[in-house]
């Protein structure tokens, strides 16, 4: 290939060496390859070459060679010397200025020659995203500024740059975004003020919504039509796990419809069944009795429970979905989800992108990223022991939670004012209080789970696993690209996609346990926080179709309080106690035997006597990638 180069005029060379024209933005079909003479900013002349791939270079004077030898000693330049297009999110013009020589630091060849310029001429900035050296979930900005003295050379590359960009489809153009000022220390609007310059970069249109009070983003997400959603390509939280369940549950309240999990009476002892094995009695109906919301929740009116819980939807068994059905599931499909960290916990975020970082979080949107996140419906049937029957419907993305959880929840809402440090002093109270609840829990058994029963019935050391959990190394944490999030579980495999694990009360087994419980507690994802950084539960994954039900048994405070220790380390086994139960399940039901009962979902308070929960595999999505662990 023949190169031509100078100082002044810039070099275009096609595919087949022939000079290439000047191309416009629209001109996304252009040949691929686009090579000229550029200064990079502290670095000084190089050869910039555009491909379908990205951008690369190489130092003008070191075209040939990448190192330089002098008294013996190899220098190399430490420079970066190439961009993909998958770590670009924008380039933009900056005006006419100065361009400074080359830096001593990174370019040891130029130290030893001294090839210092400074002068000025056009500028353009090539926005990318890098990962830390240090943190592999950590992301920063990284930032190519190139310049020519050309003002004409500039703008081809900018067009032909943005052409490159245009065409990756992932990549989110308008966004929905609610700001809740209160999160976490009530640094919501910083938080979000130091991430809006990457959207302008990267030339993504904004519509910020700053809440006013708890309720106000549930209540824009619920009224918008579906055609206006329509029209973002996601929407953003910015704020904790708190505020984002108040926007899912805006979203999927109102439009998505699924038949509810079984009432939890709705077991009658199965036949072959022995001791706890339950199966669901068929065509049961739960009576759709009017009843007042008890529930406080700023978030849900009576109205919005009445209509989402008794509107059962039976697609799976022949019944038409309707338009709204459809069109829903269109919107669902391409429709994303962002979190910004500015909450307490954050705990989705640190599953989901691996680190509790909002430039991080930023980057993932703006490059499109997606995964798929398994989100639990919860019915709650009674608010109370003395009230009728009423279906209400919940979401959650992380955690539902009940005892220690529900108490420590309820006891830090008092605290709110000491911002995140009012979870350790709520939950040093509740510990000591230390109270138990009596309950009774169904769950849904899965293949895996039956595995490991049979297998406690064996020799000691099987039983000791099907107690104690798998051990450390038998786990399968969920990362990025994870394949365990890509199956579907055993449980769905002879039903459609819509068909819920109950739909034949034939196929399904449930087996039932009543006693005093320290907590009752279902994860939907791992939960990892800054206070257990392994998570709730280590191997947890982000859309496998399946709830860890972990029931805590009462127990002497000593070993509670070792079982907490446990959790709040790195490499801890918190499961492994004769009195910490997991299972594994699409489904549960939970009655109480209290006055008393407080669920905490996602971290929002939550008064449920009595309700069911399941879990749908992948049902919306995130701009994330999973986390590198
Ligand atoms: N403007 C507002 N004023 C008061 N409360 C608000 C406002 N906007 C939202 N909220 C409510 O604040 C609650 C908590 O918010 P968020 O989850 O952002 O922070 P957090 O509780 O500190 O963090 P985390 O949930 O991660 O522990 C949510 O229930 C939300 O409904």
Known sequence: MEIWRDNVGSISIGRDNSPLHNVGVQDVEAPSILRSTLFLDHVGDVVLTLDSEGLSWDLLDSFETDESVCLGIKFSPKIAKETKFFDVYGVEFVKYGFMHGSNPANVGKYFLSCKFRDSEMHRFRVHGVQKSHTQPCLWVPTTYTFGHKDLETCQLWVNRINASLKIKKERPKNLLVFVNPRSGKANGWRTWESVAPIFSRANVEVKVVVTERAGHAFDVMASLANKELNSYDGVIAVGGDGFFN????????????????????DFIHSVEGKGNALVPKSNETVPETAHKNEDNSPLISSSTCNRSGLENFRTEDGANPTDQDLEFSRLKERFRFGIIPAGSTDAIVMCTTGTRDPVTSALHIVLGKRVYLDIAQVVRW????????????????????YGFYGDVITESEKYRWMGPKRYDYAGTKVFLRHRSYEAEVAYMETESEKINSFAGKGHLFSRTRAVWGPEKSERAVCRMNCGVCKRRPSYMSTRSPRATPYSRSEETRWRRCRGHFLSIGAAVISNRNERAPDGLVADAHLSDGFLHLLLIRDCPR?????????????GGKPLNFEFVEQHKTPAFTFTSFGNESVWNLDGELFHAHQLSAQVFQGLISLFASGPEV
């Open 382 to 401: 009674k608010a109370s022991s003395t009230a009728n029957i009423e279906p209400c419907v919940r979401y959650a993305a992380s955690f539902a939670g």
């Open 558 to 570: 000593a070993l509670y309080l070792w079982h907490l220790t446990q959790l709040a380390k790195r």
């Open 246 to 265: 108040e926007i899912l549950n805006g979203f999927l309240l109102p439009r998505y419809r699924a038949r509810h999990p079984p009432f939890p009476s």
